[in-house]
């Protein structure tokens, strides 16, 4: 009996230690990058929170990659003139693949959308001229495709871009969904976060590579 009471104290801390390690998260600044633009200001531009889940593909094929990828892109602005800045804000992948036959990419996401949801703010005793309304989401999902042709290669795909203005801000993305179909062999993705001027200054930061197999 005690024997057996080892083995089950065993696979109990086993178990136990299964469900711990699935649990660990990547939060925290991954990585960041600055750049003198040419007006003198500092741009800097920061992945935060990077995690890339890859996971066996519903397709069942063995040339299908899927994953989901959560994550956020920080931007700042210091110098002169901070407050004017104005440009774009962009998240996306590089793409390594060893070889393909006619590799397809198809990268699927949800943007933040803005909805009324039957809100109605009336202070006591007052006549309520605006009652609460509900509305779809005012911003729909998007979508991006991207036939990448055959391998070896490295691809890079923009999959959200985004105007932002003032000297600071953030996008951030909750499960965005991704495939790579028809790649003979491993996948591997780089993300990366690029801030861009309307005058043209870019500065790119580069996250470490996922291994998709």
């Known amino acids: 009996m005690k024997a057996i009471s080892r083995v089950l104290l065993a696979m109990v801390a086993a178990i136990a230690a299964l469900f711990v390690s699935t649990g660990t998260s990547h939060a925290g600044l991954d990585n960041e990058l600055s750049l003198v633009d040419g007006q003198g200001r500092t741009l800097t531009i920061q992945q935060w929170d990077t995690f890339l889940n890859g996971v066996f593909p519903l397709d069942r094929n063995r040339l299908t990659r899927e994953w989901f990828h959560s994550g956020k892109a920080v931007y700042n602005v210091a110098g002169e003139g ?79 871009t985004v105007d932002v203005t003032g000297p600071n801000g953030a996008v951030a993305v909750s499960n965005a969904h991704g495939t790579v179909t028809g790649a003979a062999g491993g996948v591997l993705l780089r993300p990366y976060a690029r801030l861009i001027s309307s005058a043209g200054d870019s500065v790119t930061t580069y996250g470490e590579p996922w291994n998709m197999n």
């Open 82 to 160: 901070a407050d004017d800045f104005e440009g774009t804000l962009e998240l996306g992948y590089q793409i390594g693949f060893p070889w393909s036959l006619g590799v397809g990419i198809n990268f699927s996401y949800t943007t933040p959308n803005i909805a009324f949801d039957a809100q109605d703010f009336v202070s006591p005793g007052a006549i309520d001229l605006f009652p609460g309304i509900s509305t779809p989401p005012l911003f729909p999902g998007v979508s991006i495709s991207a036939d990448l042709g055959n391998g070896p290669g490295i691809q890079e795909v923009a999959t959200f």
